[in-house]
């Protein structure tokens, strides 16, 4: 499942150009493919991972909306990646991620 979402999101960020909407709203996302960049900005505590975290949370509460979130969510568990509320995240901005992240399980952006 990592591996899938981490491809989509590849290809999902090669189909649009560098300042579109899209890619500013999945921006946090990519510190779930690269674990090294998570982890530099999970001990700097940045915005960036603060928004992932927001993420992560509203996803968690989101699993009986998106059933897929519940195993997507264990998977990255193990690499550190667990929900924290901070609170800096705006809730259109995590329900429109919530929903881009279940297109990616389900394949949508696949090749």
Request: net charge neutral; proline share 3%.
């Amino acid at each position: 499942m990592y591996r899938v979402f981490c491809e989509s999101y590849a290809n999902f960020v090669s189909d649009f150009k560098e300042h579109d909407a899209r890619l500013v709203a999945a921006k946090p996302l990519g510190l779930i493919v690269d674990v090294d960049k998570f982890n530099s900005a999970r001990k700097d505590c940045t915005k960036e991972y603060k928004r992932l975290c927001d993420l992560l949370h509203f996803a968690s509460q989101s699993i009986g909306k998106y059933p897929r979130l519940e195993a997507f969510l264990w998977t990255i568990s193990s690499r550190g990646m667990l929900p924290h509320y901070y609170g800096v995240s705006d809730e259109a901005a995590l329900e429109e991620q919530v929903k881009l992240i279940d297109s990616f399980l389900k394949l949508a952006y696949w090749r």
